[in-house]
């Protein structure tokens, strides 16, 4: 891969925000996929990109390990698998521009559904009514496939997910924690696919290992922002950020 100065200059900040998602408002890397995407071909880009996210995992996962809420986890963990075959077979019939349609057509339905319920919920506590615990399991399998779908195309779970803790109505911390192990597990998960369908190589771990570094500061920016954010806030940005990268991939 032949990158230009400000080309790899841009690769780095994108890896920088990585590790600042990772630690601070999921769902902000998107805006990293789109400058993988821009700077690299769509499809390499993923490859590139998959194994710094796992970096950022694991930096995210020593950071709110002992936060995760392992039920929600292992109840999503199955649904997440089917996503990842679907996703898989996409990938094989779906061309660059199909995918982004798709994915960024996803995010903000996700995130319009969850203001929505929010604003139920809200309605009900107003008026003295019984909580909706709607169907807990349904909502889980529907989001896991969706997230498994949309991580193994487009690296781009993290918005999905996120709507689905948020729904399910976690505070800051677990949802850092929860989510932190959720996509150590899945991204690891997804190595053999990516590199059978040829979207990692030597070239590609190469420009990993360069890029690397730059998980650290980004994370450590995160880690500081996120002891700073009320409740509320994390939940605004969180949101945010899962439409506006649904609306950059709809006019990529």
Excluded at 43 to 61: E, H, K, Y
Aim: hydrophobic letters at 55%; one cysteine or more; aromatic letters at 10%.
């Amino acid at each position: 891969m032949e990158l230009s100065l400000w080309g790899y200059a841009a690769l780095a900040a994108a890896t920088a925000l990585v590790g600042f998602s990772k630690t601070a408002v999921s769902g902000a890397n998107t805006v990293s996929l789109a400058v993988f995407a821009a700077v690299l071909p769509a499809r390499a880009s993923t490859g590139v990109l998959l194994p710094l996210l796992i970096a950022g995992d694991l930096v995210a996962v020593a950071s709110y390990r002992r936060h995760a809420h392992w039920p929600t986890l292992l109840r999503l963990f199955p649904a997440v698998a089917a996503g990842v075959v679907v996703g898989t077979g996409f990938l094989v019939w779906a061309g660059d521009a199909v995918v982004r349609v798709s994915i960024g057509a996803i995010l903000i339905l996700m995130a319009c559904v969850t203001m929505w319920r929010r604003r139920a919920a809200a309605r009900r506590e107003g008026a003295d009514q019984e909580p909706d615990t709607g169907t807990g399991r349904a909502r889980a399998r529907s989001y896991g496939v969706l997230g498994g779908f949309t991580t193994m195309v487009a690296n781009a779970g993290g918005p999905v997910m996120s709507m689905y803790l948020l729904s399910a109505g976690f505070g800051k911390w677990r949802f850092l924690g929860t989510s932190a192990w959720f996509f150590l597990v899945v991204n690891v998960s997804k190595l053999p696919f990516s590199a059978g369908l040829g979207l990692i190589d030597g070239h590609s771990l190469l420009l990993d290992l360069s890029l690397a570094v730059f998980i650290v500061p980004g994370a450590y920016v995160g880690r500081r922002c996120a002891a700073r954010l009320d409740q509320r806030l994390f939940e605004r940005l969180v949101i945010a950020a899962t439409l506006l990268g649904g609306v950059e991939l709809l006019l990529r």
